[in-house]
């Protein structure tokens, strides 16, 4: 089964002097993925003008994944700790009681950040964090994992049913990931082209598969994915 989320259906949010589009918005109660996807509570793409703050992150339980596509992310907490997340690393994060705040560390370019929330898997987490630079030749032509439970192969852990990959494609790759029994994903297309089951996916467009044994994807022209393994909903 495949539902398609596409880039224009997604809820558009200016605020805070940021743009935000949310893949899965839980103000639009009607809408099948306002919760979200599997373990996948929001999926989000940012972008942050020169030096602008972003509104902070809620204090509430949650595992998010943080991704710099472009720019430069500065961040700092409640208890006096701070710190830049750069291009093209990813960072994950258990929140709770601690207040993050967020800024474009740039005073000159734009900043272009995608942040995944997940359903933790167990409860009163301690409040952690933890990044790193997956460079582009890991994750060109493979599905690089780049977060999971485990830790496994180098990626951040995250306490969540969820494995996080990240794939950069040149035109013509395909792609098949298997999905054990019970599982589903989420694919979500950062710039380029890739056609998915009949399905072509442009820039901001997603699709989540379940029942499914595998997924499967070609890149119509050069591309960037993330893709979500998850427990059902």
Not at 112 to 141: H, I, K, N, T, Y
Request: some cysteine.
């Amino acid at each position: 089964m495949i539902t398609l989320r596409r880039s224009a259906e997604r809820r558009h949010v200016r605020s805070w002097n940021q743009e935000i589009w949310k893949t899965f918005a839980p103000e639009d109660q009607e809408d099948q993925l306002a919760e979200g996807f599997g373990s996948c509570a929001a999926l989000d793409e940012l972008r942050l003008p020169p030096n602008a703050g972003a509104a902070p992150l809620p204090l509430r339980h949650s595992e998010i994944v943080t991704y710099v596509f472009e720019g430069a992310l500065a961040q700092e907490d409640s208890t006096g700790r701070s710190g830049v997340v750069h291009v093209d690393e990813f960072q994950s994060m258990t929140t709770g009681r601690i207040r993050h705040s967020e800024r474009n560390a740039s005073q000159t370019k734009w900043t272009r950040v995608f942040r995944l929330s997940l359903r933790p898997s167990e409860a009163e987490l301690d409040c952690g964090q933890e990044q790193r630079l997956f460079p582009l030749a890991e994750r060109r032509g493979v599905l690089r994992v780049v977060a999971s439970p485990d830790g496994r192969r180098g990626s951040l852990r995250v306490h969540a049913d969820a494995l996080v990959y990240s794939a950069i494609l040149d035109v013509g790759h395909h792609l098949i990931h298997p999905l054990d029994p019970g599982r589903v994903a989420w694919l979500h297309v950062l710039h380029g082209k890739v056609a998915l089951d009949g399905l072509v996916l442009v820039t901001g467009d997603g699709v989540g598969v379940a029942a499914e044994p595998a997924i499967s994807c070609t890149a119509q022209e050069d591309s960037e994915i993330l893709l979500v393994d998850m427990g059902g909903r």
